[in-house]
């Protein structure tokens, strides 16, 4: 069931700070790694490639956990867990975006065979503020 | 089976950089936390409390992925999964080792029915520096 995505949790998704998704691989061990990340009013939205280890996991299971940290304030992050929904629409645009947003620049890193999937994930648990 | 740990993922452990930890939750989807880290040669050295959701998912199924990124470049990163070994040997040593680390200063924040364990990971399988 989705849950509305607190304020605490906003400005470390429109920040310049890569998160971590977690996702699980075939076995059901977890699988993490660094991605830029957007936000489209609770949603959160990555962006990656078919044939990607994380894209496959999530084609086979959608579950997800992002963790977003303030670098100055690791006390303040987020964990957001939910379930993940690909599309191939707006994919080109959204990896512009987050290319703008995190270097500053246009993206040029795809290659003429890459598809580029839009990655949203809508929160379903978020957490955080309290780390020990 | 251990890994030796690629020189490139030392400093990112080493550094002041809170890396993320991913778990299984018990229904199987996973779970992520920032987390203080050390290094113990290949090994990679966290601190948790007894009853936290962490700790319980460890107990359970120590499969984890960590993954720790250059906040200055996020192209340099490591993720590293593995298989993870609590105790409580040493633990507060361990918990005081990072604060001083991290903080700079003594670790205060656990109470007085506070359990503390160490968690060594073994790297199984490393990846990193090639973000897209």
Known sequence: MAVPLPDYAKPL??????VT???LNEDGS???S?????????????????????ERNLRRDP??????????NPYEYAEIRGTAALS???????????????????YTNDG???ERVTVRVTPEHVTGMGMR
């Open 21 to 23: 998704l977690a996702t």
């Open 13 to 18: 998704l429109d920040g310049r700070t890569v």
């Open 34 to 54: 660094p991605v830029w990340a957007a936000r489209d009013g609770d949603d959160v939205l990555l962006s990656t490639l078919v044939g990607r280890q994380k």
């Open 112 to 114: 003429p065979g890459d």
């Open 88 to 106: 191939p629409d707006g994919a080109r645009e959204l990896v512009e975006q987050l290319s703008q947003k995190y270097t500053g620049g246009a």
């Open 63 to 72: 579950r997800v956990s992002i963790v977003a940290v303030n670098p100055e």
């Open 30 to 32: 977890p699988h993490a």
